[in-house]
T-cell receptor, first 115, second 109 residues
Framework: GAGVSQSPRYKVAKRGQDVALRCDPI?????LFWYQQALGQGPEFLTY????????KSGLPSDRFFAERPEGSVSTLKIQRTQQEDSAVYLC?????????????FGEGSRLTVL | AQRVTQPEKLLSVFKGAPVELKCNYS??????LFWYVQYSRQRLQLLLR??SRESIKGFTADLNKGETSFHLKKPFAQEEDSAMYYC???????????FGSGTKLNVKP
């Protein structure tokens, strides 16, 4: 497809379970971002990749959160031992730019509900 | 620290009325400001960025460094403008974007 693709679209997890969220960016896009959007809030930055290099992970809320992009295209956000406060929509965005990023192209998001 | 503030959660106007969605930011350097929009059942997408100085779908936004604002304006609202609008800031020389909490615009017929 032409856009950013995320899967699964919906995930229900029991507290303590591990989850993995996948992002397939637009082909050729160098930059990839993960954002967390809680209900009624704007997207909050989690982490940023340029190709396979994770250049900024300052937004990851705890060491339970881990992201990777091993071949510089598909990325996975992993959350270990999920907690209720992890319930949110996780947005992936990509950009063609490797320097100053202009436009972000967003996926539809993965909605995580932790029971 | 809150970098981007959108004081209105909901803004309701009638079709044909002017609309202004407020955005204030907190940043000491030279930011780049954006407005993103999310229509019902669609993904978040760029509406406009201050550096382009364009009018998109009749919307304009001017960066006011003195007031640290980047308000979004349209002289005559249309029903199809109903959506969630997010103001965003990118720090100079960094690729971290900060988003406001969003304003839901409802344009009534």
């Amino acid at each position: 497809g032409a856009g950013v693709s995320q899967s699964p679209r919906y995930k229900v997890a029991k507290r303590g379970q591990d989850v993995a969220l996948r992002c397939d960016p637009i082909s050729g896009h160098v930059s990839l971002f993960w954002y967390q959007q809680a209900l009624g809030q704007g997207p909050e930055f989690l982490t940023y990749f340029q190709n396979e290099a994770q250049l900024d992970k300052s937004g990851l809320p705890s060491d339970r959160f881990f992201a990777e992009r091993p071949e510089g295209s598909v990325s996975t956000l992993k959350i270990q031992r999920t907690q209720q406060e992890d319930s949110a929509v996780y947005l992936c965005a990509s950009s063609l730019s490797s320097g100053a990023v202009g436009e972000l192209f967003f996926g539809e998001g993965s909605r995580l509900t932790v029971l | 620290a809150q970098r981007v503030t959108q004081p209105e959660k909901l803004l309701s106007v009638f079709k044909g009325a002017p609309v202004e969605l407020k955005c204030n930011y907190s940043y000491s350097g030279s930011p780049e400001l954006f407005w993103y929009v999310q229509y019902s059942r669609q993904r978040l997408q760029l509406l406009l960025r201050h550096i382009s100085r364009e009018s998109i779908k009749g919307f304009t936004a001017d960066l006011n460094k003195g007031e640290t604002s980047f308000h979004l304006k349209k002289p005559f609202a249309q029903e199809e403008d109903s959506a969630m609008y997010y103001c965003a800031l990118r720090e100079h020389n960094f690729n971290k974007f900060y988003f406001g909490s969003g304003t839901k615009l409802n344009v009534k017929p």
